[in-house]
């Protein structure tokens, strides 16, 4: 894509480098300010934003007719796209048990690895319709225009799947927010109940009022909360306490600090690694005599593979990564522990990118081949395992919930800058040691790297987890769960509209006595869920 903007050949690696540093740099910027605002105003609507914003981005990159324009929508959608976060801060909020973390956070790398094999397939697959497909699409002016727009057309596609599953039954995880209505829950109920409803069930559902979707998110009420009554209803008002700033110092404790070090110094030389291997594979082979190879240091060649030979390795190596994500990892981290797995995998990282230049000193192909898939497999291990254990050892450094968010977004931050520096860094590297034959420089530095990354491992103290772990939001009861199309019938609309935006209420109707069980609701005394219980209200 970047040639088609007129680049030179020599050029295309360094200004795709250079468009995909600049995602990193913006998603750096924004990544604290989108964790901090799903503190505050919940998860869901910061999903559901990012996702809206990388969707228009994803479109409007296929359609780029330029340089410029290409880097800057990717510039704008690194800045949108603060999910990734935010995302693990819904896992850990979720599943709070210690022992079901690793299951649960092995998702996100299992569908990274998914996206991994069939991502670049797909773009290389759909690109350029009106040249791959003359027969569908040789007339189309759109797509002769726009040679990229088509594979970018269908991932929208996707993206608009994502987008509507998230509103209709994405349940927020924020405490603070997890009691508030939210509509697209409610239509998500009313489709599931219409896909599911049979005549006797509907029969029944006529016949009774449900107040279970119109309440399911509204918090117990104080006993001593104000009373409304109007003709028909009695609404029952309570106040709701704003969530307060969260101060730095409650962020950066001494655990988690040293667990955002070691985030970022793994995202820095793995990802790095990930991005000089094509080259070096790409790099034509070298026949080795004394004249041009002095061991251990000056030596050079690569594998002279095609970019169709590169994808396939490429395309096993995301599959062996799902493979150790979904069967290995949850039953190391049940039996060695998570912070056992962790430290091991960063002394892993050393070896394997120090061995790795040495595979093309092999004269054998059979040989040289296998060491380069034992590497990648080890590195894999690595990687699959060593990414999602940092994230649990970050998340349980947390010391509290309410902080989850932000804290994620600067681990977002600096892993992103460290996605940024490390590509361009081992590029440079890469560069100068072809010319000066040491092609072994940038794998030297990135173990460099990594070893001076292990150091804050063994200084890392496994936590508890975050306080004030909630109780994840229910799960759908497809057999209780009902529907009515009136939630309250009031003749004097202007109490309801009066209700202040600091209060919550429940509005009861008259004759309606099923719709409040006072077995299950009524009390006496408040209860320690920072909610209060709802008091009986005037039905006369």
Not at 217 to 235: E, F, R, Y
Not at 272 to 292: G, K, M, S
Not at 488 to 513: K, R, Y
């Amino acid at each position: 894509m970047i040639s088609s903007f007129g680049v030179e050949k020599k050029e295309v690696a360094k200004w795709a480098g250079i468009t995909s540093s600049v995602f990193s740099l913006a998603q750096s910027l924004t990544a604290v300010p989108w964790g901090r605002a799903s503190d505050r105003y919940g998860r869901k609507p910061v999903i559901m934003t990012g996702l809206l914003c990388t969707m228009i981005c994803f479109l409007v990159w296929g359609m780029s007719t330029s340089l410029p324009m290409a880097i800057t929508v990717r510039a704008i959608q690194g800045a949108s796209n603060g999910n990734v976060g935010i995302i693990r801060t819904m896992v850990a909020e979720m599943v709070t048990e210690r022992e079901l973390q690793p299951k649960a956070f092995s998702v996100m790398p299992l569908v990274w690895s998914i996206g991994s094999v069939f991502g670049p397939a797909f773009g290389g697959l759909f690109a350029k319709p009106a040249d791959n497909w003359p027969g569908l699409f040789g007339n189309s002016s759109f797509f002769k225009k726009y040679p990229f727009a088509f594979p970018n057309i269908i991932g929208c596609v996707f993206f608009l799947i994502s987008l509507t599953t998230g509103i209709l039954f994405l349940r927020e995880t924020l405490q603070s927010k997890r009691h508030s209505r939210d509509w697209g829950l409610v239509l998500g109920e009313r489709i599931k109940e219409a896909f599911r409803e049979h005549p006797h069930r509907r029969a029944q559902r006529l016949r009774r009022y449900s107040f279970q979707d119109a309440e399911v998110s509204a918090p117990l009420l104080g006993s001593d909360a104000p009373l409304k009554t109007t003709a028909n209803t009695t609404v029952v008002e309570t106040k709701v306490e704003k969530s307060k700033p969260i101060p730095m110092s409650a962020i950066f404790s001494r655990q988690t600090v040293i667990n955002l070090v070691t985030y970022t110094f793994l995202a820095l030389h793995s990802v790095a690694f990930d991005q000089v291997l094509p080259v070096f594979l790409n790099y034509p082979p070298i026949a080795h005599t004394p004249e041009n190879t002095s061991l251990p240091f000056f030596f050079s060649g690569g594998y002279g593979l095609n970019h169709a030979r590169i994808g396939s390795i490429f395309a096993g190596y995301g599959i062996v990564s799902g493979l150790i994500q979904f069967l290995l990892f949850p039953t190391l981290c049940s039996r060695f522990g998570v912070l056992n797995c962790f430290k091991f995998c960063v002394v892993v990282f050393p070896v394997v990118y120090i061995v790795t230049p040495y595979t093309v000193l092999l004269e054998n192909t059979t040989t040289r081949y296998a060491a380069l898939c034992a590497i990648l497999v080890v590195k894999s291990f690595a990687v699959i395992v060593g990414f999602p254990s940092s994230t649990i050892l970050l998340t349980n450094s947390a010391t509290s919930l309410s902080i989850l968010g932000t804290l994620n977004g600067f681990a977002t931050t600096f892993s992103a800058l460290g996605r940024a520096s490390g590509p361009a860094l081992a590029g440079v590297a890469f560069t100068w040691g072809v010319k000066h034959n040491v092609i072994g420089l940038p794998w030297w530095i990135l173990a460099f790297i990594a070893a001076l990354g292990a150091i804050p491992a063994w200084m890392i103290v496994e936590g508890d987890g975050p306080s004030g772990a909630v109780t994840p939001p229910d799960s759908d009861d497809e057999e209780d769960t009902e529907v009515d199309d009136e939630i309250a019938i009031t003749d004097d609309e202007d109490d309801i509209d009066g209700l202040g935006a600091s209060q919550t209420s429940t509005i009861v109707p008259d004759g309606c006595p099923d719709a409040l069980p006072e077995d299950n609701l009524l009390g006496e005394s408040r209860p320690d869920n920072n909610y209060g219980t709802l008091g009986a209200g005037n039905r006369s």
